[in-house]
């Protein structure tokens, strides 16, 4: 059986269980390993994994990141998940899981300055490589073995090991033979995992799991499928293909197919993205528009750098308020021409926040872009209607350079400042 040293990229004899090179027991094998393309790569808790990069004090600490006590959790480290921490949990339910736990709020433009770093080393690869988000893509290695000299498997470990040598964070790989599995595969041996579906062993593999496994079966469609008596992949398995789509319409389509490992889709690099937003909830209620300017300015600025990161501009921006009783008030402006220029968004979701301030006071905040085109697509030179807005893009994509040179903290915004 195929064999490869994830430390040291030796590939290895049937059967080994420790590299005879460098004696590493990271040793990943299966009979397809050199034959299978299609890879999802997962980086293991990403932020958290950033911040005790740039902290080392925090290397052994439960670090969440994510709002204040009324926030949800954005990711935690697995020292905190261990105490059962989730993502989007509620900030004080997690604290209760984990007291001892350091709370750092997101820091989303060095997270996309390491996503774009990360992206880099992909596309090193291939070209296939279709982004879900700043910390995860598929990628499609069909036909690369002959440019690098080495199988896929190789490749793909090469790719992690250089971004915790380079960039000082971890991830995840799942190889398989369409994306549906890869992605299965990558979340089976976090973290640092490196675990492998192949097409003889996909039946056997899937048959007993959880359909909870399938990407996108939320709450509501597990009712529906636990109501059918639909659990586990050997459950569906037992449904005809009719049967199937007139319980679950659309669905019960895809189910039959995946129940059986199929999955068409292709890798696609420019996979579509329908917005980019941010949100912060308050610690407490607030009205007061100071309050409300200071943290749109940093909000505009998480959007704006995770389109820059995407390579995306948006034709609409969209203000996102909710009041103390939970109602949500939605406003948006669409542009004469598309942006990724946090000025540009600020300044847009400003205006609509003037217009709904009065109806606070407001636990959260938040703002973001729709009707997305690509980046080449954006702002023209001129703007007779603001001859200003050319000045601070050119000034905002200088200070851009600047950061990503000197830090993110390089150069910051006065109403960044303002009083939280």
């Not at 080994?16 to 090179?21: A, F, I």
């Not at 000045?391 to 006065?414: L, P, V």
Request: net charge positive; aromatic share 6%.
């Amino acid at each position: 059986m195929p064999a490869l040293c994830r430390e040291c990229l030796t590939p290895l004899p049937d059967g080994t269980r420790r590299c005879t090179q460098c004696r590493s027991p990271r040793v990943v094998s299966n009979p397809e390993l050199f034959d299978l393309t299609i890879a999802h790569m997962d980086c293991d808790a990403f932020y958290a994994s950033v911040e005790k990069r740039d902290n080392p004090e925090l290397a052994d600490k439960p670090v969440i990141i994510g709002g204040g006590t009324r926030g949800v959790v954005s990711t935690a480290c697995y020292v905190a998940r261990i105490r059962g921490v989730k993502s989007a949990m509620p900030m004080f339910q997690a604290l209760k899981l984990c007291p001892d736990a350091v709370v750092i709020k997101p820091r989303m433009e060095v997270y996309a300055e390491v996503s774009r770093a990360i992206r880099a080393m992909m596309l090193d690869l291939t070209p296939d490589v279709e982004p879900l988000s700043l910390d995860e893509a598929f990628m499609d290695l069909s036909g690369t073995q002959r440019l690098h000299g080495a199988p896929p498997a190789v490749m793909l470990a090469g790719l992690v090991k250089r971004m915790k040598d380079e960039l000082g964070v971890t991830g995840s790989i799942g190889l398989s033979h369409n994306k549906f599995l890869a992605k299965v595969a990558s979340d089976m041996d976090k973290p640092r995992g490196f675990f492998v579906i192949d097409k003889a062993g996909t039946d056997a593999f899937l048959r007993d799991r959880p359909v909870r496994l399938i990407w996108g079966i939320g709450p509501a469609a597990q009712a529906s499928l636990d109501a059918a008596g639909i659990r586990t992949f050997a459950d569906l398995l037992r449904w005809e293909r009719d049967g199937l789509n007139q319980r679950f319409g659309s669905m019960g389509e895809r189910l039959w197919h995946l129940a059986r490992g199929q999955d068409r889709r292709k890798v696609t690099a420019r996979a579509p993205v329908k917005s980019i937003s941010n949100e912060t909830t308050f610690f407490e209620d607030t009205a007061s528009l100071e309050v409300l300017e200071g943290h749109l300015w940093r909000l505009a600025e998480k959007v704006s750098d995770r389109a820059k990161a995407r390579g995306l501009a948006g034709r609409v921006v969209t203000l996102k308020l909710k009041r103390a009783n939970h109602q949500a008030l939605t406003r948006r402006l669409s542009l004469r021409e598309p942006t990724q220029i946090a000025d540009k968004i600020y300044r847009t979701a400003h205006g609509l926040l003037q217009q709904s301030v009065d109806k606070g006071p407001f636990r959260l905040l938040g703002c973001g872009i729709s009707e997305l085109v690509d980046e080449g697509e954006g702002e023209r030179t001129h703007d007779l209607l603001d001859p200003g807005a050319s000045q601070r893009a050119n000034a905002e994509r200088a200070t851009d350079a600047i950061r990503a040179r000197f830090g993110d903290k390089a150069i910051i915004k006065g109403r960044a400042l303002r009083k939280r």
